[in-house]
């Protein structure tokens, strides 16, 4: 059945309210249930960058990661609460696509659930499979969040007229060695990070990993030629804080080879505020110079 023509659609407001993500972090357009997965769609918004494929990594992450505890809540009777990506593993499926279809669709699963974890499956794909995500999340009660977070608690919550997701943050403070960058990022208006864990701006996860990909893209520039670009095969992700919005994010880059025979390189982004390491991010990057 044709998208065009279903009438079981769930109310993206009630399911985006229990998971405290709201528009314009939130983006999928419907939601529907499809056997034992909740499949949704939602358009591409964020600039390529230095990436190649129809959608950057970043943002990918965004929208699976959103889908996963959504299909807890829609599918499952997840609590109401707050789903904080801990742990994530992509896998790129193909880099070749280049469609002019900026519409996407992707699909989520519940592998596992308990009142305070949640584990996921997510694909996503536009005429072909682009990647799976397996996702794991800590659910915090409404309750417990506002207290354990309540000095990121903001009256300023208005909501921008378009979505700050269609820009990249600016980096600065760059540092180059051999193979290696330091950059800095933040810190995040409340508008920067608008619908998501609305009254508590903090950095999104998914914006960190965004961020990443955009020092990662400056250090290959470096490496390889102003013309260079790269594709993540594979990403395994650890957080281990959730930032407020208006913290100073460092972001320290290493690229070295990857194991023969497999063309790849091996990029490692480890994520500091101040001294404390937030965020790492490993990789193995594809990198496409210019013909």
């Known amino acids: 059945m044709s998208v065009e023509n279903r009438n079981d659609f769930f109310?993206?407001?009630q399911v985006s309210?229990?998971?405290n993500v709201q528009k314009p972090y939130f983006a999928f357009q419907k939601l529907w249930?499809?056997?034992?997965?909740l499949v949704g769609n939602f358009a591409g918004e964020q600039p390529l960058g230095n990436e190649i494929g129809p959608l950057t990594t970043g943002e990918m992450g965004r929208h699976m990661a959103i889908l996963g505890s959504c299909a807890a809540v829609a599918l499952h009777n997840g609590s109401e609460g707050?789903?904080?990506?801990?742990?994530?593993?992509?896998i790129r499926k193909d880099t070749r696509q280049h469609s002019e279809d900026n519409?996407?669709?992707?699909?989520?699963?519940?592998?596992?659930?308990?009142?305070?974890?949640?584990?996921?499956?997510?694909?996503?794909?536009?005429?072909?499979?682009l990647a799976e995500l397996i996702c794991e999340y800590t659910l915090l009660s409404p309750a417990l969040f506002q207290r354990k977070f309540q000095n990121y608690a903001s009256d300023n919550?208005?909501?921008?007229?378009?979505?700050?997701?269609?820009?990249?943050?600016?980096?600065?403070n760059l540092t180059f060695e051999e193979g290696k960058l330091d950059a800095f990022a933040?810190?995040?208006?409340?508008?920067?990070?608008?619908g998501h864990f609305f009254g508590y701006p903090c950095w999104p996860v998914a914006i960190i990993a965004q961020t990443a990909f955009q020092v990662t893209g400056e250090l290959i520039k470096k490496q390889y030629g102003e013309t260079a670009r790269f594709?993540?095969?594979?990403?395994?992700?650890?957080a281990d804080k959730l930032m407020k919005a208006d913290s100073i994010l460092k972001f320290s880059i290493e690229i070295m080879p990857a194991p023969e025979p497999s063309g790849l390189i091996k990029s490692v982004v480890n994520v500091y505020h101040d001294n404390e390491r937030v965020v790492q991010i490993v990789n193995m990057l594809q990198v496409i110079l210019a013909e």
Not at 157 to 172: C, G, K
Request: hydrophobic content about 40%.
């Open 33 to 37: 249930q499809d056997g034992t997965a």
């Open 103 to 129: 519409l996407f669709h992707a699909s989520a699963q519940v592998m596992n659930i308990d009142k305070r974890t949640l584990k996921a499956s997510i694909q996503v794909w536009n005429k072909e499979p």
């Open 186 to 194: 933040g810190p995040l208006s409340p508008q920067q990070c608008a």
């Open 231 to 238: 594709c993540v095969q594979d990403l395994k992700l650890s």
């Open 157 to 172: 919550v208005s909501i921008p007229l378009s979505s700050p997701y269609q820009h990249v943050l600016p980096l600065y």
């Open 82 to 90: 707050y789903y904080l990506a801990t742990k994530a593993h992509l």
């Open 11 to 13: 109310d993206i407001l």
């Open 17 to 19: 309210r229990h998971t």
